[in-house]
Structure formats: C-alpha cells, structure tokens
C-alpha cells in the first residue's frame, strides 16, 4: 500500500479498496521497517495523523471527493504546521512549536491530506547534501552510504524509499531538484510567486519556493493544483490564474521545441551523466520534439551571484534568532550583549554561519554595492538570457547536477565544491522561471539516479508538466524501486 502514488492512492481510497486509516497505518508501518536506515525525519505526527485519517474515512463515506482526502503527505521541516515542532533542523529552533499553518499547510488540509509527519534537511536549508542537519545526516535509499542531496534530502528521500506518498519541499537554488536527481523521484519547483511563502521560515526571500515532491508528474501537478495560488498573506504570492495543471497531462508534445543551451555541455559533467541527459533529450525527440540551440551567455556567474544574494538576505532574515523572543537561550551569558554572541555561536551549525558572515560582509558599508548591487544586475541578466532562450522554445533541457549522489562526507570538508553542486539549478531561482527533475536513468555499480531537468516560462508550469508525463508514459525510469 505504501508503495501507491498519489492517483492510484485516490482510486482505492474512493472506490473503498481501502481505508485512510489502513493506508496512513502502511506508511507509518514502512517507516519504522526503514527509518532507523534512512532516517529521513526530523519528528513523526503519528497520532494526529491518524485523527486526519479517521476523519478522511468519515467524509469518504458520505461521499465527499478532494483532492487528497485520505493521502499522507510529509512536509519539510521549515514549514510552520500549528502545534508541531518547525525546527529548520537547527539548534537554535530545536524546541520551537509553530503557532499557526502556513498557507500551504491550510490548503493541503482543505484538500483532505494527511499529514505524517515533518523531514529532515540542512540547517535553515542552507546546504546540497542533507549533513547540515543538526539532528542527523539522511541517507540516500538508493545507496545509504551517499547523500540524498539537499535541502530538501529528507523529502525527497522519504518519497523515494516509501515513508508517504508525497512531500513537499523548498527550493532556493535546487533544494528540490537536485536530491530528487539524486533519490530517483520527481521535483518541481514552481514560478517564484506561484505557491504562497507564507509559513515558509525564510532563508533568501527572493528565491525560496515552495514545492512538489512526488513519485510522478502526474502526482506533481496534482499537489501544484492545491498548493498553487493567490494569497493576500505574502506579499510575492502572484496574481495569475490558477490553471487545472492535470489537464498538461493530456497535452501531446508534437511539433513543440525543445531549448539545448550549449553552456550546460561544456564539461565538468561526469561522462555517464551526460549520456543519460543525452538519452533523455533523444526520448523527448521521439515523441516529436523539435531541438534547437539556446545559449545563456551569463550561466558563468550565476553560482557567484547566488552566493552573494542568497547570503545578504540569510544575514537579514536570520538576525531574528537572538534568543530573545523564541527559540533557543544560551544560558552562559551575564549580559545582553553576550547573551546575543553565545545564543548565535552555539545555536547556529557550521555552514549557517559562514552564510551570515559572507552576507553581512556583501552589505556592509563600502562592500553593498561591489558585491550585492553588481550581483542584482547580474540576476537581471541572466533572467534576460532566460527570456531570450524561451523565446525560441517552448521548454529548456538540461542536467540537473553534474554528478550522481556522492558519498557521504565526500565534500563536507571543501565548502566551494558543495557549492558547485548546484551549478545545474540555481539559474532558474535567479531568473524566478518554473523547473522540473525527473528521473532519465541509472549510473555506475551502485545504479545511481540521474535527473533530467526541465525549466520553462513564468508561470508555464503546465508546459514541464506534459514534457515531463509524456516522457514518464514513456520510459520506466520514475518507476524504479529504491532497494532500500
């Protein structure tokens, strides 16, 4: 049972094959049959899970039909679920119970879901690789000696080793894509002001974005219909219509055209990779594809530009963790000064401080705008590269990361490589336009993961959605089980 997507959930739930209760039992039965491996959870909702499952079956009964009624979705730990703990996977929010829902929170609970419970990540998810948590590494389900990817590893885990059916998790420079790539599953980080950030606990507020995490892109658009829309809470949240997403997945994709940017295939790609994307593109131009040539003459700056913007609003946004209104207190101090030093030093990891520095040094005086300013208008121009491209087609094709998952503590040590590991993804977070992975192979001894990687117009998520279900209808690549 624990091994059903979401539209095979929905056809059993509704037709009384089963009960959410006896489904939401399954999940929670996988998870303690795999979790102490994987450990892809920060804490379980075990009993208030069970309660939405209950009241599932009640509607259920009487006829009722939503979107998700009955299914068990997991959540990234970053987003505020109203009396269960929101720690960010930090130190310094480990005790932290979040006083209200996020926005998306209320509209999975509108749709019927059940929640399972909250997952694993890097600290305040500032990190590639899932060993930035200060609770505990997540190991990847294909091979648990390697990363799962990050932030988001622990949801991408979850969904690829069966611990829920769906997840959701937050993408601000790949944190979806890349550990879905690296978990074999499918992640779709939507336009920037599709999905409401409010209740989303903020690292970059001009990149995050929250998003699907599923077993397909049939699933994908499924949780995006829900998640998606309006919301007069934050601010950034878009005005633009709401389409049906599952209708892209009746679209044909004859005679549309597929974007090639030459920059993605310069080198610095492992061999094996390449040919899976290769592979891919080849699948998609048997269904009718059209391949022409884009070039993103800027893509040589984005890391640089990310790093600088990304850090400079981490060094604002986390300067509400002092110790004073919430979270954590060190209790060492004798004075307000060194109550503030001694609450951040020990409540914060390793990688969450040398963000803040390297951001608040980006602000600071004489330094704004030979960093911060200079990287802006490089954003400008690399979200004008972006336009240009679509201009020519219809969706882009790319690798989602250079590599398959590497091994765990292979890269801990070197914070640049780390870095380069979202190389693939960050671009599209920069330019604020919609991106998908999806799996396109298996690489090396191990039968590792590659991702494909899909990016399209503002707000045409529908176009990734029918590129990226044609090419699942026809390969068997998002079907493959995790041997966890």
Not at 105 to 121: D, E, F, H, S
Not at 290 to 311: K, M
């Amino acid at each position: 049972m624990h091994r059903t997507t979401i539209t095979q959930a929905r056809e059993l739930l509704h037709s009384k094959k089963l009960s959410s209760v006896q489904l939401t039992e399954a999940v929670f039965a996988r998870i303690d049959s795999v979790e102490d491996k994987v450990k892809a959870f920060a804490h379980l909702m075990r009993e208030k899970a069970l309660e939405q499952a209950k009241a599932a079956d009640a509607k259920i009964a009487k006829g009722e039909e939503l979107p998700l009624l009955g299914v068990p979705i997991a959540l990234k730990d970053l987003i505020c679920t109203q009396g269960s703990r929101t720690t960010c996977a930090s130190k310094i929010l480990d005790q932290f119970v979040a006083p209200y829902n996020a926005t998306v929170v209320n509209q999975l609970n509108a749709a019927g879901a059940v929640i399972v419970g909250k997952t694993n990540m890097d600290e305040f998810a500032m990190g590639s690789s899932n060993e930035n948590s200060s609770q505990h590494p997540t190991m990847n389900p294909w091979a648990l000696d390697r990363v799962p990817g990050g932030s988001s590893g622990g949801s991408a885990a979850a969904v690829a080793a069966h611990e829920c059916i769906a997840a959701l998790g937050s993408d601000t420079g790949g944190s979806i894509r890349q550990p879905a790539a690296f978990c074999g599953v499918t992640g779709l980080k939507p336009t920037y002001g599709r999905v409401s950030r409010f209740g989303l606990v903020a690292f970059a507020s001009s990149l995050d974005q929250i998003g699907p995490i599923t077993k397909s892109v049939a699933d994908a658009a499924t949780l995006l219909n829900v998640i998606g829309g309006k919301d007069k809470q934050d601010s950034t949240s878009a005005n633009v219509a709401l389409p049906d997403f599952t209708q892209a997945l009746h679209q044909d994709v004859k005679g549309m055209k597929l974007g090639i940017p030459k920059e993605y295939f310069t080198g610095g790609m492992q061999p094996e990779v390449e040919k899976a994307v290769q592979e891919g593109i080849r699948t998609l131009e048997s269904l009718g594809m059209q391949t022409v040539e884009v070039s993103l003459p800027h893509l040589d700056y984005a890391v640089a530009a990310y790093y600088i913007i990304a850090c400079a609003e981490a060094s604002t946004n986390l300067s509400r963790y002092d110790g004073v209104r919430y979270g954590y207190r060190s209790s060492k101090s004798d004075n307000l000064v060194n109550m503030y030093e001694n609450t951040r030093e020990e409540g914060f990891g390793e990688e969450v401080k040398r963000r803040i520095i390297l951001g608040t040094f980006v602000l600071s005086s004489g330094y704004y705008d030979a960093y911060y300013l200079k990287g802006q208008q490089v954003r400008t121009l690399i979200k004008q590269d972006f336009e240009n491209a679509l201009e020519k087609c219809d969706v882009i094709a790319a690798p989602v990361t250079p590599y398959p998952a590497f091994k765990i503590g292979e890269k801990m040590d070197d914070p640049l490589q780390m870095y380069l590991a979202d190389i693939y993804t960050i671009s599209a977070n920069l330019a604020g336009i919609p991106a998908m992975s999806i799996p396109c192979g298996f690489v090396g001894g191990e039968n590792l993961p590659v991702g494909l990687q899909l990016m399209g117009k503002h707000f045409d998520e529908a176009s990734l959605i029918a590129v990226g279900h044609n090419f699942q209808q026809a390969t068997q690549f998002h079907t493959q089980q995790a041997p966890i």
